[in-house]
């Protein structure tokens, strides 16, 4: 059960964590996490405000494409409209309010299963029945609230911020640190949603952090990791990375030998990129793979997870053969990361819980712990 921790606790807490320089940090306070406070905090002033990636846009191609999710509390659909464009909208009726689409699908027209309200799919009102009667009613007057929506290097970007800068803008950094992987063209393979029991921070300092990856990952990729080759310099402003070098013989996970713009160790360079919030990228010159997290209070996240090949490997006789393998210990990687993170959020309800000092190899997280204190304490 989570402590009864007032946010204003638990923010202050987390202030006092972060004044401590790296090199003498400890990981963040347990009421970081278990403060149910402090989650409803967060929904105002990181949810409610940043960028959250909700897919590939790919996944979102055609006329009429949609997908529904709950933001901040808000329910909202993400379609590409007839004329081409992806736009995020209200998923609610302005007739008597009730929510209309539900998961994903394609439709020509929106329609509420109430009564039967119908919605362009730019969200101006189509058709209303019996309506004629009401002097006051004027169609022209109905249209769906819109929010911020951008594609960025393949991603479908949402913010309910009608101020957020462009993501473009935002994370421009990122754009330039990878711009000769090319991600934008990557196509999604897979995508599927899930729900985890434990906080949301504890996946994202898990993906964050790679110190975990011999142990937790001992059945499948542990073996493969060498904590003296990982590289984890200081965070940007709004995002932190580290990178490991893949061996050459794992042939999808290193440029293809007619990708002639990755030179040198970035040939076989795997990138571990972080964009706060909730952004979890995983990126290879042939392959990608990702998690954008939604938390359902303080004890449960909502993940979405998937992943695609760069072009640069279509066609190739053996590429779904391998992929599929590697598609396979993806979800092998996901139940260790499933059991690491439960155990600890279990363990952080203990009243003996107390935060450890942090190793050189988990300088992200000691990055996000100071964006998350200066977005919460703002």
Same mark, same amino acid.
């Given at each position: ?303 979405? $997870? ?16 391998? $992929? ?55």
């Amino acid at each position: 059960m989570s402590q009864v921790i007032d946010a204003q606790t638990a923010v202050a807490e987390l202030v006092a964590n972060v004044s401590t320089a790296f090199e003498k940090a400890r990981a963040m306070p347990k009421s970081v996490y278990t403060s149910e406070a402090l989650a409803e905090l967060e929904t105002k002033k990181i949810f409610a405000r940043e960028w959250i990636c909700v897919g590939r846009s790919s996944s979102l191609e055609n006329p009429g494409d949609y997908l529904t999710l709950h933001l901040a509390g808000e329910p909202i659909i993400v379609i590409r409209d007839q004329n081409g464009t992806l736009r995020a909208m209200s998923n609610v009726c302005l007739h008597r309010m009730s929510t209309m689409l539900e998961g994903r699908g394609n439709k020509r027209v929106i329609t509420c299963p109430y009564h039967g309200w119908s919605y362009n799919t730019d969200g101006c009102l189509r058709g209303a029945p019996a309506m004629k009667q009401n002097v006051d009613f004027s169609a022209s007057d109905y249209r769906l609230p819109h929010y911020r929506c951008e594609e960025w290097l393949g991603w479908v970007m949402v913010s309910l911020n009608k101020d957020a800068r462009p993501v473009a803008e935002e994370f421009g950094d990122v754009e330039a640190m990878i711009a000769d992987y090319d991600l934008g063209s990557y196509r999604e393979a897979f995508s599927e949603d899930f729900v985890w029991n434990t906080n949301w921070k504890i996946l994202a300092e898990n993906f964050m952090e790679s110190y975990h990856l011999p142990v937790c990952h001992a059945g499948t990729i542990g073996g493969l990791s060498k904590l003296d080759e990982m590289i984890c310099p200081p965070g940007e402003k709004n995002f932190n990375y580290h990178t490991i070098l893949k061996d050459p013989s794992f042939t999808i996970g290193v440029a293809h030998p007619k990708n002639t713009r990755l030179v040198g160790e970035r040939r076989r360079m795997t990138y571990l990129l972080a964009l706060y919030p909730t952004l979890l990228i995983t990126l290879t010159p042939g392959y990608f793979w990702y998690l954008s997290l939604q938390p359902l209070g303080a004890s449960k996240v909502q993940v979405h $997870f998937g992943g695609g090949m760069s072009p640069d490997f279509l066609g190739d006789a053996d590429t779904e053969k391998h $992929f599929n393998q590697l598609k396979t210990l993806l979800d092998e990687v996901n139940v260790e990361d499933k059991g690491c993170t439960e155990r600890v959020y279990r363990g952080l309800c203990s009243s003996a819980a107390k935060p450890g000092h942090l190793s050189h190899l988990e300088r992200p997280n000691y990055d996000f712990a100071v964006w998350l204190a200066d977005r919460l304490s703002a």
